[in-house]
């Protein structure tokens, strides 16, 4: 008689040995992040891995690719193949060179970075008005103007001059 292993759960995850660069769990399924905004993302802090991607000047030019080694695909009953190894190509029209700043990450970390966005996308953004005291910073790519307030809290030693303290108040 055969026996039917009944489940009640997903069977756990097994361990891929590769940690997610922001839960450090290591479960299998890692996705690459990979994000370019013409902009030092080091400044966030975060721990980014860079890529450099070759992509082509203008359109990409068909007659300038020779296919090395074709994709590995995943064949799906009804649905289309899933491609699980990209072709290998050679090009001989012009690239440019992008550096990417990348995070290996689970899934759930994943789905986090995505509802961060959305609440990015989704909100308001920011006006930033002048605080008219001439003392401008660089915060994650924009020139800001900080008000004196701001600034006393960034350089706790720094004494603002008489016109600027009179302008505040
Ligand atoms: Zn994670």
């Not at 990979?34 to 966030?44: K, M, N, R, T, V």
């Amino acid at each position: 008689m055969n026996k039917r292993r009944i489940q009640n759960k997903p069977p756990a995850p097994r361990p891929s040995g590769e940690p997610c660069a922001r839960c450090h769990k290591t479960d299998e399924d890692r996705r690459t992040l990979q994000a370019a905004c013409f902009y030092d993302l080091s400044e966030l802090k975060i721990p980014f891995g860079r890529k450099l991607v070759l992509t082509p000047v203008g359109e990409l030019k068909p007659e300038a690719c020779t296919e090395v080694k074709p994709p590995v695909t995943l064949p799906l009953q009804g649905r289309d193949p899933v491609m699980l190894v990209p072709p290998t190509l050679t090009y001989t029209g012009d690239v440019v060179p992008e550096d990417l700043f990348t995070l290996r990450l689970c899934k759930d970390c994943r789905a986090d970075f995505m509802v961060a966005l959305s609440i990015w996308w989704n909100t308001t953004p920011t006006v930033r008005r002048g605080a008219d005291t001439g003392i401008f910073v660089r915060e994650y790519g924009a020139v800001r103007e900080l008000t004196v307030q701001e600034a006393q809290a960034r350089w706790p030693e720094w004494e603002p001059p008489s016109d600027l303290l009179s302008r505040e108040k």
